[in-house]
């Protein structure tokens, strides 16, 4: 493997207009081994608010007599020359960095794009709930390096469980992300290649199978749809129950996580559908909008 560099920002809010970087650690790797590490604390030239001292524990005290931003880039370019750069919600970091002309063609790669598509039954997919997971140490959460550190040993267990994938699934994930701008696409590829020489067996069918997907469409017709005029309407609290402590989430997977804000707008999405209403939600990554309204679909 190449050598790679894992990285995280702390800022002083979440828009790379208006906010300023605090922190910047990285790790430089090749598979496990651990080449280097670079960390900087900055002096961001305003106040860090106190949310983000809560949040960090990174104070004006700590980053009074540090360098500033221009100061501190040039060591930090160079430490990551070309390499790929990792993340855990990779893009958030770069568009701070990129602000500044640094880093605008290294390959990229996201962790957190990883987990979604290799541990497809996790119930968050935070660092932290992703690291515990994965049994990838995390000393000290919303620390610039602690946070790279972690984040390369996440990328390095994904890393195995993709190697370890069926090779014709690999190559079916390969193939999709091609014509994507997917920050994942880069681990595919790469596994894809030292793989490549395997081969794929291709998958024996039935004729009965291929006849139920090709065959000729019966002659007979079938009696038309007919718009449901007094529709069964839902139940938001019974709707709700699958995800709520005890039920058939929190029995099937084994690190469910109930989250409030997702079974509220399970409820919400339940109404509309037995209301005939329509309904705009914003929710935070992490709440898990996706079951909150795929089961009520799902139900209705």
Not at 46 to 51: E, G, S
Not at 70 to 85: I, K, N
Not at 286 to 299: Q, T, W
């Amino acid at each position: 493997m190449t050598t790679l560099v894992a990285l995280d920002l702390e800022t002083t809010g979440l828009n790379p207009k208006q906010d300023a970087i605090i922190e910047i650690g990285a790790v430089r790797f090749n598979e496990r081994r651990i080449e280097d590490e670079f960390k900087a604390l900055i002096n961001p030239g305003r106040n860090i608010p106190n949310f983000i001292t809560g949040l960090t524990g990174i104070t004006n005290e700590m980053v009074r007599g540090a360098p500033n931003i221009h100061d501190v880039l040039g060591d930090f370019e160079a430490f990551v020359g070309d390499a790929p750069v990792i993340g855990h919600n990779v893009r958030f970091d770069l568009g701070f960095l990129q602000r500044y002309k640094i880093l605008q063609y290294n390959d990229v790669i996201d962790t957190y794009e990883m987990a979604a598509v290799l541990l497809p039954s996790a119930s968050r997919y935070k660092l932290g709930a992703i690291s515990q997971l994965l049994g990838v140490p995390l000393r000290d959460a919303h620390r610039a390096l602690d946070d790279a550190r972690a984040t390369q040993g996440v990328f390095a267990r994904l890393y195995e469980v993709a190697e370890n994938l069926p090779l014709d699934l690999l190559a079916e994930i390969t193939r999709l992300s091609e014509p994507l701008d997917w920050d994942a696409g880069w681990v595919f590829q790469q596994i894809m290649r030292a793989r490549a020489k395997e081969g794929i067996t291709a998958k024996e069918t039935s004729g009965e199978s291929r006849a139920a997907l090709f065959g000729l469409r019966s002659k007979e017709k079938s009696a038309p749809l007919q718009a449901v005029t007094d529709p069964i309407k839902l139940d938001p609290e019974e709707a709700s129950s699958a995800l709520e402590h005890g039920g058939a989430f929190s029995q099937y997977f084994e690190n469910y996580e109930y989250r409030n804000e997702q079974v509220e707008m399970l409820q919400v999405v339940a109404d509309a559908l037995s209301s005939g209403r329509h309904v705009m939600v914003e929710a935070g990554t992490g709440v898990g909008k996706s079951f909150a309204y795929l089961v009520p679909a799902a139900l209705w």
